[in-house]
């Protein structure tokens, strides 16, 4: 699937995944996205759901978000997510861009 806006997309997927579907799922349909961001923060360190927000630009988003989840005390495997989610190209992208 090719969509116009694959760093949203991936950053959206990555969080699900953080977070769980309901979760994500509840904070999208009731606009209440406190769950979301304990549960971020608590994975990722204070600030970070609210420093994705305040990027400008989504491939800040989802760099910053990636390299939040390399930097944490738990060790994430997103390469599976990448592979689930067919995201690799906006990925490297990012990540190259953002060296």
Do not use: C, K
């Amino acid at each position: 699937m090719h969509t116009g806006y694959p760093n949203e997309t991936t950053t959206a997927f990555f969080i699900e995944r953080l977070v769980g579907a309901e979760t994500l799922r509840r904070a999208y349909m009731t606009g209440d996205f406190y769950d979301v961001r304990a549960s971020i923060d608590r994975q990722l360190g204070d600030g970070t759901f609210d420093t994705i927000l305040e990027r400008s630009e989504p491939s800040d988003a989802l760099a910053y978000l990636v390299s939040q989840m390399d930097n944490a005390e738990e060790q994430y495997d997103y390469m599976e997510w990448i592979l689930d989610n067919n995201v690799m190209s906006e990925l490297i992208s990012t990540r190259l861009v953002n060296l």
